[in-house]
């Protein structure tokens, strides 16, 4: 099986940097996503990281590490319509499928 | 353009009855997926087909029923079966391999 743990909230001040872990535990390991989810709306992409290392989009960077089984993605410079929840997300090989944790609610404020 | 469609956006269905949640994508994709998710929750994987005519239960299946007879359209049916159906419902597909989600907007399904 596999299992997925992400902090439930945090709450962050405008313009400040943020830093959302993620630990799993999978078998067949084959890639790592985080998406951003608005309250009633779907889920879009923001990362993807397969290998070790820092991957750096804009505000948005993400960082994986195999052997540890973690990531974290770190959002710089927060906006107020950063407010959302992150999702973690493992792609695991074999079954073709992503296993998602519960979702961080992050919080900006003023 | 290409996507995924959901409908409808909102759902409301009396205990007892049976209820079909529609996805039609044309991005030509293979996999598609249904996940459900409750407030404050992550989504959890209800069915999964890879190719048309096939298809998987995921971690939730109990209560729900879903056909691929064409690439393009994956219908998910909740069941009476289903007791607690009261929830936020994604469609998603995949193109294979580790290109990650599409999603649709998502259904809300409500009983009352």
């Known amino acids: 099986g596999q299992n997925i743990d992400q902090p439930t909230e945090m709450t962050a001040t405008e313009g400040a940097i943020v830093q959302i872990n993620c630990t799993y535990q999978?078998?067949?390991?084959?890639?790592l996503f985080w998406y951003q989810q608005h309250a009633g709306e779907a889920p879009t992409f923001l990362s993807y990281?397969?290998?070790?290392g820092l991957e750096e989009k804009g505000r948005f960077s993400s960082f994986l590490s195999r052997s540890k089984g973690y990531s974290y993605l770190l959002l710089k410079e927060l906006q107020m319509k950063d407010s959302a929840s992150y999702l973690c997300?493992?792609?695991?090989?074999?079954?073709?499928?992503?296993?998602f944790g519960t979702g961080t609610q992050l919080k900006v404020e003023l | 353009d290409g996507g995924i469609t959901q409908s409808p956006k909102y759902l409301f269905r009396k205990e007892g009855q049976n209820v079909t949640l529609s996805c039609e994508q044309n991005?030509?994709?293979?996999?598609m997926y249904w996940y459900r998710q409750d407030p404050g929750q992550g989504l959890r994987l209800i069915y999964y087909?890879?190719?048309?005519?096939?298809?998987q239960k995921g971690d939730i299946a109990e209560g729900y029923s879903v056909s691929r007879e064409k690439k393009e359209s994956f219908p998910l049916t909740v069941t009476s079966a289903q007791k607690n159906p009261t929830a936020f419902y994604l469609c998603?597909?995949?193109?294979?391999?580790?290109?990650?989600?599409?999603f649709g907007s998502g259904t809300r399904l409500t009983v009352v």
């Open positions: 997300a493992v792609w695991s090989r074999g079954g073709n499928k992503l296993t």
């Open positions: 998603a597909s995949n193109r294979g391999g580790d290109y990650g989600y599409t």
């Open positions: 990281n397969v290998l070790d």
């Open positions: 991005l030509n994709h293979d996999a």
């Open positions: 999978t078998s067949g390991f084959n890639g």
């Open positions: 087909s890879q190719i048309v005519n096939d298809f």
